[in-house]
């Protein structure tokens, strides 16, 4: 059984950055596309970023680009999520999440909270 | 961007009874990428249907998916205490987008 563990969230001030972590276990992490989805205080679930198995190809939502940078290294099982310029609008549970026939392994989560 | 409608918002139901959700998506999905989850309070969703009524591994049979084009459902055939939770729809077809949720409470 598959096992993902997000690390790094926190408050930050607006304008401010953060690194995310996740680090995998019980799979071929190296083999697997991975994304990150992010759940908004009032429940609603958004896709944020995905990286292709080989870490060539990535993708964003649009009020992301430019400013969030998804990277992996599968020589460490880890992937990650460089956020900068946050935003209020950023605060939100993130979830790092495994893509093979829709998302079949989720983290548990961590929080991002961006206020002054 | 498909644009996912879950209806009822809530369904109030009680143990033993048959739950039917229903996803409508804005656009024809591709494929039938369509995907089921469950999220209990405090934790992560659970993948339940892949590809509109795949089975996950692990899923009981009680749940099970249909549906193709812009119309899915999501049947629960005999509701057990631990299915009361709340359960989004997801388009995987065209980028990704998931609905805003069915909460399926105890009536």
Same mark, same amino acid.
Request: charged share 15%; net charge positive; proline share 4%.
């Given at each position: 059984?598959?096992?993902?563990?997000?690390?790094?969230?926190?408050?930050?001030?607006?304008?401010?950055?953060?690194?995310?972590?996740?680090?995998?276990?019980?799979?071929?992490?190296?083999?697997?596309?991975?994304?990150?989805?992010?759940?908004?205080?009032?429940?609603?679930?958004?896709?944020?970023?995905?990286?292709?198995?080989?870490?060539?190809?990535?993708?964003?939502?649009?009020?992301?680009?430019?400013?969030?940078?998804?990277?992996?290294?599968?020589?460490?099982?880890?992937?990650?999520?460089?956020?900068?310029?946050?935003?209020?609008?950023?605060?939100?549970?993130?979830?790092?999440?495994?893509?093979?026939?829709?998302?079949?392994?989720?983290?548990?989560?961590?929080?991002?909270?961006?206020?002054? | 961007?498909?644009? $996912?409608?879950?209806?009822?918002?809530?369904?109030? $139901?009680?143990?033993?009874?048959?739950?039917?959700?229903?996803?409508?998506?804005?656009?024809?999905?591709?494929?039938?990428?369509?995907?089921?989850?469950?999220?209990?309070?405090?934790?992560? !969703?659970?993948? $339940?249907?892949?590809?509109?009524?795949?089975?996950?591994?692990?899923? !009981?049979?009680?749940?099970?998916?249909?549906?193709?084009?812009?119309?899915?459902? $999501?049947?629960?055939?005999?509701?057990?205490?631990?299915?009361?939770?709340?359960?989004?729809?997801?388009?995987?077809?065209?980028?990704?987008?998931?609905? !805003?949720?069915?909460?399926?409470?105890?009536?």
């Amino acid at each position: 059984e598959g096992q993902l563990v997000e690390s790094g969230g926190g408050l930050v001030q607006p304008g401010g950055s953060l690194r995310l972590s996740c680090s995998a276990s019980g799979f071929s992490f190296s083999a697997s596309a991975m994304h990150w989805v992010r759940q908004f205080p009032g429940k609603g679930l958004q896709y944020v970023s995905a990286i292709s198995s080989d870490g060539s190809g990535t993708d964003y939502t649009g009020s992301v680009k430019g400013r969030f940078t998804i990277s992996r290294d599968n020589s460490k099982n880890t992937l990650f999520l460089q956020m900068s310029s946050l935003r209020p609008e950023d605060t939100a549970v993130y979830y790092c999440v495994r893509r093979i026939h829709g998302y079949d392994y989720w983290g548990q989560g961590t929080l991002v909270a961006v206020s002054s | 961007e498909i644009v $996912l409608t879950q209806s009822p918002g809530t369904l109030s $139901l009680s143990p033993g009874e048959r739950a039917t959700l229903s996803c409508r998506a804005s656009q024809s999905v591709s494929n039938n990428y369509l995907a089921w989850y469950q999220q209990k309070p405090g934790q992560a !969703p659970r993948l $339940l249907i892949y590809g509109a009524s795949n089975r996950a591994t692990g899923i !009981p049979d009680r749940f099970s998916g249909s549906g193709s084009g812009t119309d899915f459902t $999501l049947t629960i055939s005999r509701l057990e205490p631990e299915d009361f939770a709340v359960y989004y729809c997801q388009q995987y077809g065209s980028s990704f987008t998931f609905g !805003p949720g069915t909460k399926v409470d105890i009536k």
